[in-house]
T-cell receptor
Framework: QKEVEQDPGPLSVPEGAIVSLNCTYS??????FMWYRQYSRKGPELLMY????GNKEDGRFTAQVDKSSKYISLFIRDSQPSDSATYLC???????????FGKGTRLSVIA | GAVVSQHPSWVICKSGTSVKIECRSL??????MFWYRQFPKQSLMLMAT?????????EQGVEKDKFLINHASLTLSTLTVTSAHPEDSSFYIC??????????????FGPGTRLTVT
């Protein structure tokens, strides 16, 4: 079993839809959880950063961490065509250590 | 926000030559920098972890004599691909770790360098 599992998609939704992206993990030592957005041929851009369990909201984005289930989610409300990208979940046990990435989910938001 | 730059953004070189890629944190001092490579439609694979003033720590399977990493300062790390071969063609991305105002570490990525070896 890989440390971090993420459905690669592709996921296609109409503009305005709510998008739900998820990752599961096996290492209970992970405490730092991140979501990155990566456009084609660009570096990943940090979207959300969560420490331990709980929810975090930033504009149209909400990140949830459920450590008991080893499950994290990213919700995008009112999705826009500009949200079309690959979304990568990433996590680490301590803050200053290499991130373990999911495979990334390719999202297309259709106008 | 924290900005990380990479140079060059795209490089084509001939087989057998060496290529140097620079990674700079522009508006913060990075305690640690990481180097990743990414093949098309795949996720990022960690190559090495680099702390300023010390030797890089390479992941299993990454040849340290082929991928030379120098972390000269808190704002600059370089990756040199020596004697490049076509199979080294990939997207190389660096990230820099910074302590946020919330006293948590956040990693910011550079825009990546696309290397093509002919």
């Amino acid at each position: 079993q890989k440390e971090v599992e993420q459905d690669p998609g592709p996921l296609s939704v109409p503009e305005g839809a709510i998008v739900s992206l998820n990752c599961t993990y096996s290492n209970s030592a992970f405490q730092y959880f991140m979501w990155y957005r990566q456009y084609s041929r660009k570096g990943p851009e940090l979207l959300m950063y969560t420490y331990s369990s709980g929810n975090k909201e930033d504009g149209r984005f909400t990140a949830q961490v459920d450590k008991s289930s080893k499950y994290i989610s990213l919700f995008i409300r009112d999705s826009q065509p500009s949200d079309s990208a690959t979304y990568l979940c990433a996590m680490s046990a301590t803050g200053n250590t290499p991130l373990v990435f999911g495979k990334g989910t390719r999202l297309s938001v259709i106008a | 926000g924290a900005v990380v730059s990479q140079h060059p953004s795209w490089v084509i070189c001939k087989s057998g030559t060496s290529v140097k890629i620079e990674c700079r944190s522009l508006d913060f001092q990075a305690t640690t920098m990481f180097w990743y490579r990414q093949f098309p439609k795949q996720s990022l694979m960690l190559m090495a972890t680099s702390n300023e003033g010390s030797k890089a720590t390479y992941e299993q399977g990454v040849e340290k004599d082929k991928f030379l990493i120098n972390h000269a300062s808190l704002t600059l790390s370089t990756l040199t691909v020596t004697s490049a071969h076509p199979e080294d063609s990939s997207f190389y991305i660096c990230s820099a770790s910074s302590v946020s105002s919330r006293r948590t570490y956040e990693q910011y990525f550079g825009p990546g360098t696309r290397l093509t070896v002919t």
